[in-house]
T-cell receptor
Framework: AQKITQTQPGMFVQEKEAVTLDCTYDTSDQSYGLFWYKQPSSGEMIFLIYQGSYDEQNATEGRYSLNFQKARKSANLVISASQLGDSAMYFCAMRAYNFNKFYFGSGTKLNVKP | DAGVIQSPRHEVTEMGQEVTLRCKPISGHDYLFWYRQTMMRGLELLIYFNNNVPIDDSGMPEDRFSAKMPNASFSTLKIQPSEPRDSAVYFC???????????????FGAGSRLTVL
């Protein structure tokens, strides 16, 4: 079975500072992908970043980077230089190669303070 | 591409009425997913299709819920009869699977917010 855990229901960060959102996962599969999505107050789900289990380097997309620690089964999202527009819910998700289901965590609500 | 298109964006109905939610996936995506999002239960997968065929409907709450995909560009999720506990945001998402890559992600529609009074 696949499971995603996000232990931070809510977080605050000062504008222009970096913030790390935690995500741990549980799977017995060797090949899997990890995803982060952003859900602003308007409700849409926006894909941010992807990390494959066999990728040797941590994924980066602009101000987003993924701190992937395979042995610890963690895939934390790092947002650098936070902006007010980063205030949103953030969801970590996983899919194992042999399964077509995406499993989502419960989300972390990030508030960026001016 | 216009992305995943869902309609209606908002639906308010009375208990016992039939509700039909619609989805047009991204052209060429052969997997379509229906999710439900509530504060209490988060994002739940209801059902998914591959090449218009339902593959896994284990997340469908009960017989009141049904989903169809008559062709590659259209899917419906129907609730009959609706109940207040069905109030939620229903998302449709599509994807190119099964390869794992940053290109084969779930692309979500804007969601349909359902309120059952």
């Amino acid at each position: 079975a696949q499971k995603i855990t996000q232990t931070q229901p809510g977080m605050f960060v000062q504008e222009k500072e970096a913030v790390t959102l935690d995500c741990t996962y549980d799977t017995s599969d060797q090949s899997y992908g990890l995803f982060w999505y952003k859900q602003p107050s308007s409700g849409e789900m926006i894909f941010l970043i992807y990390q494959g289990s066999y990728d040797e380097q941590n994924a980066t997309e602009g101000r987003y980077s993924l701190n992937f620690q395979k042995a610890r089964k963690s895939a934390n999202l790092v947002i650098s230089a936070s902006q007010l527009g980063d205030s949103a819910m953030y969801f970590c998700a996983m899919r194992a190669y042999n399964f077509n289901k995406f499993y989502f965590g419960s989300g972390t609500k990030l508030n960026v303070k001016p | 591409d216009a992305g995943v298109i869902q309609s209606p964006r908002h639906e308010v109905t009375e208990m016992g009425q039939e509700v039909t939610l619609r989805c047009k996936p991204i052209s060429g995506h052969d997997y379509l997913f229906w999710y439900r999002q509530t504060m209490m239960r988060g994002l739940e997968l209801l059902i998914y299709f591959n090449n218009n065929v339902p593959i896994d409907d284990s997340g469908m709450p009960e017989d009141r819920f049904s989903a169809k995909m008559p062709n590659a560009s259209f899917s419906t999720l129907k609730i009959q009869p609706s109940e207040p506990r069905d109030s939620a945001v229903y998302f449709c998402a599509s994807s190119l699977l099964p390869m794992l890559s940053g290109a084969n992600v779930l692309t979500f529609g804007a969601g349909s917010r359902l309120t059952v009074l």
